[in-house]
Nanobody
Framework: QVQLVESGGGLVQPGGSLRLSCAAS????????MGWYRQAPGKQRELVAT???????KYADSVKGRFAISRDNAKNTVYLQMNSLKPEDTAVYYC?????????????WGQGTQVTVSS
């Protein structure tokens, strides 16, 4: 079955850095668009960054210049490097995989990893 397993979350001080990883299994990783989303308490889940199978990246305005998404197709892994972290970055971060074949969409989510930015 498909599994997306995130790791790398934790507690960090403002201005610090974290690197999230998401290891995928059960899918042909290279053809999937991969992304990171986050959900803060009391808020809706929002897009953080995506890295398409065509190697096009997209970022939320709130993280541009601070976060960087990358992927290693040989390791079936997508990463999110987070620098200059702010308290408002505190959220559960979710890995996302998506592939659309015509009218059929394949979409998978990881279980989430907590990121807390606090002094």
């Amino acid at each position: 079955q498909v599994q997306l397993v995130e790791s790398g979350g934790g507690l960090v001080q403002p201005g610090g850095s974290l690197r999230l990883s998401c290891a995928a299994s059960g899918i042909i990783f290279s053809i999937f668009d991969m992304g990171w989303y986050r959900q803060a308490p009391g808020k809706q889940r929002e897009l953080v960054a995506t890295f398409s199978s065509e190697r096009i990246t997209k970022y939320a305005d709130s993280v541009k210049g601070r976060f960087a998404i990358s992927r290693d197709n040989a390791k079936n892994t997508v990463y999110l490097q987070m620098n200059s972290l702010k308290p408002e970055d505190t959220a559960v971060y979710y890995c996302h995989a998506q592939k659309v074949y015509g009218l059929v969409e394949y979409e998978y989510w990881g279980q989430g990893t907590q990121v807390t930015v606090s002094s």
